[in-house]
T-cell receptor
Framework: KAGVTQTPRYLIKTRGQQVTLSCSPI?????VSWYQQTPGQGLQFLFE???????NKGNFPGRFSGRQFSNSRSEMNVSTLELGDSALYLC????????????FGQGTRLTVV | AQSVTQLGSHVSVSEGALVLLRCNYS??????LFWYVQYPNQGLQLLLK????ATLVKGINGFEAEFKKSETSFHLTKPSAHMSDAAEYFC??????????????WGLGTSLAVNP
């Protein structure tokens, strides 16, 4: 079966702009989580969506938001981009939540200039 | 708050040597425990997990990990390293008491280099 698909793979944006990243989970998976990965901070949890509802949220400013659609596809949006938002953004899907195996996409590499 | 510590951000071993990557967690209640591997320009892949039962867990690619409650540890081992094992390894924990507020807490990762 198809894995987790994240689009786009690479993105370059200017400070102050906004960006939307997309994640298509594995068919049948209802939980989608988003992470920010940077060399200095490692993997930081952004939020988790389950059946279109945000179930968990990390410690990120309100500029970071997300949503999940009825087909479980998810998007995350970052507004008013800052240089520090440059990172690899990873999406993970799972059947029910974090005690089941999470399957990761290849990520979206966002560069803010 | 739950935390995960991976000792050694970089580990280097020779091909054929034992691989030992360390992970300690802070929790009075044993959490769910995971090891993931990330190859360059890839997402993360689950190596193994401990939820309940046998404390020695076997995973993919010859890796295994042992949950030791008394040491609050979940170290990852492989008897003989291959060149293809060079990657970033992440330990993660999840609070089993948190119900729907459960989320994965990640270590900072250990970069494994395998020398010929």
């Amino acid at each position: 079966k198809a894995g987790v698909t994240q689009t786009p793979r690479y993105l370059i944006k200017t400070r102050g702009q906004q960006v939307t990243l997309s994640c298509s989970p594995i068919s049948g998976h209802r939980s989608v989580s988003w992470y920010q990965q940077t060399p200095g901070q490692g993997l930081q949890f952004l939020f988790e969506y389950f059946s279109e509802t945000q179930r968990n949220k990390g410690n990120f400013p309100g500029r970071f938001s997300g949503r999940q659609f009825s087909n479980s596809r998810s998007e995350m949006n970052v507004s008013t981009l800052e240089l520090g938002d440059s990172a690899l953004y990873l999406c993970a899907s799972s059947l029910a939540g974090v005690n089941t195996e999470a399957f990761f996409g290849q990520g979206t590499r966002l560069t803010v200039v | 708050a739950q935390s995960v510590t991976q000792l050694g951000s970089h580990v280097s071993v020779s091909e054929g040597a034992l691989v030992l990557l360390r992970c300690n967690y802070s929790s009075s209640v044993p959490p769910y425990l995971f090891w993931y591997v990330q190859y360059p320009n890839q997402g993360l892949q689950l190596l193994l997990k401990y939820t309940t039962g046998a404390t020695l867990v076997k995973g993919i690619n010859g890796f295994e990990a042992e949950f030791k409650k008394s040491e609050t540890s979940f170290h990852l081992t492989k008897p003989s390293a291959h060149m293809s094992d060079a990657a970033e390894y992440f330990c993660a924990v999840s609070d089993r008491q948190a119900g729907n507020n459960r989320k994965l807490i990640w270590g900072l990762g250990t970069s494994l280099a395998v020398n010929p």
